[in-house]
Structures are given as structure tokens and as C-alpha cells.
């Protein structure tokens, strides 16, 4: 996340914005009003000191659930230096492309991810988190092989499928719903999305 607005959510029961920090060690915000975030977004496009979306000062974190998804970037990451932050977890700083970064085997499941994300945010200062690494799928027309960027994510794991509501007896959650919210997705920063699919379309017509 960079200064400005990170996306919106009005098909949620709590439209949202996210706004971070203007300086380093700042705490993130978060807007559950439309009114107050669009009043927001608008003070923020407006401001002098926004800066682009990757900006070369600002730290990124790179994380793979198992070793062999941060494979590639031991290879290709320069100066690196390697922060044990307990016996689970190395972190390791460099450089990529001239841009500071941070990366890591977070280890499976969501609850790793997130407690690695917020280590990354705590103690490295990063700016915004990119996830990658090998996933499954059911849709129609995918492919073995093919790159997914993800528009937003569902916490799966969150079932409440069969719970209801007494004052809402019709009411039908979905998986990954959270109850008494009704939030459900969570959006990628749209501008990182931009970014990774301008990236991927320009490295398939260079293929």
C-alpha cells in the first residue's frame, strides 16, 4: 500500500477504503465510510508529496509459502542478507531491479501468510506485500501453466454456511462470508494488478 486511496469495496457490507501511512513508521487507517473515504481519496490525489506506486525508496516484500516458489529470487535478488527472525523464518533483504526488497518462505496456509505479512509490515517497513507461488483451480478455461493475478481473495477456510441469522432467518451466507459483515472479498491493490498484468502481457509479446 502507497499514499492514496487502495481500493474501494462497495459490494460489501462495510464499504471501505484503506488509506496508508504519509510518513514511515505511521500507522495504517481504515475509512468504513464512503462519504469520509471518497472526501479522502480526493485530499489525497490532490496532495504534492503522492508518490508512484513503486517508488524506488519504498521496501517490497516478496513472499512464497515453500522454499522452491522463492527459489527464483535467491537466484536473482543482489546484496542479500539474511535476518533470522526466528528459527521458522529467514528473511532475506536485498535488491531487485535497483528497488529494495524483502522475501520469504512464509510456510502453507493462510495463517503463516498473515502472521509473515505482518512481520514483514512491523519489523522491515515494508510498503505492500506481492504473494506468489503455485495455486489450484476449477475455472473453466484455465490451464497447468497459466498466471493468475488476483483481483481480490476469499478466505475460504470461513464457513458459516449453515448459520442463521435471527433477525435475517432467509439469509444465506456464502463461503467465505464473514458473519454479522457480510464481507466476503478481500481487493489487491488495483494498481499493482495494473502493474502485473501490463508486466505479463509485455513479457508474452516479447516471448
Not at 499514499?3 to 495504517?28: E, F, H
Not at 503522492?50 to 512464497?64: A, E, F, K, P
Not at 515494508?126 to 478466505?155: C, P, W
Not at 458459516?160 to 444465506?172: G, I, S
Request: contains cysteine.
Amino acid at each position: 500500500v502507497v499514499d492514496g486511496l487502495v481500493a474501494p469495496q462497495p459490494a460489501s457490507g462495510y464499504p471501505c477504503a484503506m488509506v496508508s501511512p504519509s510518513s514511515a513508521g505511521s500507522s495504517l487507517t481504515w475509512f468504513v465510510d464512503t462519504g469520509a473515504a471518497s472526501a479522502l481519496s480526493a485530499e489525497v490525489t490532490a496532495a504534492p508529496n503522492c508518490t508512484s506506486v513503486v517508488d524506488d525508496q519504498r521496501v517490497i516484500g516478496l513472499i512464497g509459502a515453500m522454499p522452491q516458489e522463492i527459489a527464483k529470487l535467491k537466484e536473482n535478488v543482489e546484496d542479500q542478507e539474511d535476518v533470522v527472525v526466528n528459527p521458522s523464518l529467514t528473511v532475506t533483504k536485498g535488491t531487485l531491479h535497483g528497488k529494495p526488497v524483502v522475501f520469504c518462505a512464509a510456510g502453507v496456509g493462510m495463517v503463516a501468510a498473515s502472521s509473515v505479512t505482518t512481520t514483514l509490515v512491523n519489523q522491515f517497513n515494508v510498503s505492500m506485500v506481492i504473494f506468489t507461488g503455485v495455486a489450484g483451480g476449477l475455472k473453466e478455461g484455465q490451464n497447468v501453466g497459466d498466471i493468475i493475478v488476483a483481483s481480490d481473495v476469499i478466505n475460504y477456510d470461513m464457513d458459516v454456511t449453515a448459520f442463521t441469522l435471527p433477525w435475517m432467518p432467509d439469509y444465506k451466507h456464502k463461503r467465505g462470508e464473514l458473519p454479522f459483515s457480510s464481507w466476503r472479498e478481500f481487493p489487491s491493490d488495483m494498481r499493482l494488478v495494473a502493474l502485473a498484468m501490463e508486466g505479463g502481457q509485455a513479457g508474452a509479446a516479447a516471448a
